[in-house]
Structures are given as structure tokens and as C-alpha cells.
């Protein structure tokens, strides 16, 4: 199981937070940008953010709850991620799409908890991540929701005639993931994580 872990909600300040997830067992370093238009939350773009990813010593797994992603990709691709996740819901996905398969990124699509499964069907050939989001995109700390596990076992499903990988994020603990641990291949945890004191000891936790 890899674990991704999102800075979005912690008790250190993002740069804090992030020095204290490149120092931990994470596989990745999840990163939640937010326009103020998809979500009504924003913290994007922001220079300083981008400073803060450089520095960065795990890979990127960017998450990007953005109207018209496309306008961002070419400064986001500078930064050498090895995911990009964009919602089925934003501007110009294909395009989006082949612009990440012609950087040699990983091709992520983001669904929210009330899509309908069938629509990210068509998509499937041509990603490489879902991201199921089990909370309501835009906000940490919120609380698993259960409906979306029916997504999960759905996609499970497909994953035997298409070869994409199934990632989770909201809610993540080690009571929630004894929920999800048989459908995904990894899992984003934030404040499960970043409000501890002891990192590693919850990542592992979520690594079974």
C-alpha cells in the first residue's frame, strides 16, 4: 500500500509540513491546489507554493480541484510530478490529458462522491490513477463517507481490463482503511497525519 500525504490541514504551517513529510516514510507528497471557483476554497495560484514543491525531495501527487486546469499544467509540469489529477468536471480533460501523456506524467482523473460511476467509463483506457475523493473536495479534516465505497468496488471491477490504479482520499485513518485496503493501491491521508506528532507511526499504520 503507498501512502500520499496532503498538507492541506496541519498544526506546523505548510513549509513545516512539508519539511516533516520529506523527512517521513511517505511515498508521496500529495498537494491540494484549489482556484476559489471549482471549490469555493483557494490557495492557488500562489508563488509560494511552488517555491515550497521545488525543495520537495518525494515525488508530487497533485491534485488539482481547478475550473480550467489547463491554464496551470505548464508550471505545474515543471516541477517534475509524478501524478496529475484532474476532476472529471473540469475544462478541457482530453486536452488536459494529452498534455500530461506527452510529458510522460501519470494521468490521474479525480471524481467527487456523487458522480456516477459510468461517466469516467470512456476515460478509463486512457489514465493511468483514478482518485476517488470520500469527502467533499476542498476541505481537510472531514469525515470518511461510506457511499463512496460502492465506487470502489465498481472500479475494482474494470481494473481487470484496464490497467489504472485506484487511489482514495478523505477521511483516511486506521479505521478507515480497513475499509477501502482491499479495492485501492494507494491512499492520501492529511490531518490523520499532519496533526500527529509521530508521522511514520501513522503512515504505517495505514500500510497494514
Request: glycine share 4%; aromatic share 8%; hydrophobic share 35%.
Amino acid at each position: 500500500m503507498e501512502v500520499a500525504v496532503s498538507f492541506l490541514k496541519n498544526k506546523l504551517g505548510i513549509e513545516k509540513t512539508i519539511e516533516k513529510i520529506n523527512q517521513s516514510k511517505a511515498d508521496y507528497l500529495h498537494v491540494d491546489l484549489m482556484d476559489g471557483i471549482f471549490v469555493k476554497e483557494k490557495n492557488y495560484p500562489d508563488e509560494t507554493i511552488h517555491d515550497y514543491l521545488k525543495k520537495s525531495k518525494k515525488a508530487l501527487d497533485i491534485h488539482l480541484m481547478i475550473d480550467s486546469p489547463i491554464n496551470y499544467l505548464e508550471k505545474l509540469i515543471s516541477l517534475n510530478p509524478k501524478t496529475i489529477y484532474i476532476h472529471l468536471e473540469s475544462k478541457n480533460l482530453k486536452e488536459c490529458l494529452n498534455i500530461l501523456e506527452k510529458n510522460h506524467i501519470r494521468k490521474g482523473i479525480a471524481i467527487n462522491p456523487d458522480t456516477d460511476i459510468t461517466k469516467i467509463i470512456p476515460y478509463l483506457p486512457l489514465i493511468d490513477v483514478v482518485l476517488v475523493m470520500s469527502v467533499y473536495p476542498g476541505v481537510g479534516g472531514q469525515t470518511f463517507l461510506d457511499k463512496t465505497l460502492s465506487k470502489l468496488e465498481e472500479l475494482k471491477k474494470y481494473q481487470e481490463k484496464y490497467p489504472f490504479l485506484i487511489n482514495i482520499d478523505g477521511g483516511i485513518n486506521n479505521l478507515t482503511i480497513t475499509k477501502v485496503k482491499y479495492y485501492v493501491n494507494m491512499v492520501v491521508s492529511g490531518s490523520y497525519v499532519c496533526l500527529s506528532d509521530n508521522y511514520d507511526a501513522q503512515i504505517n499504520s495505514l500500510r497494514g
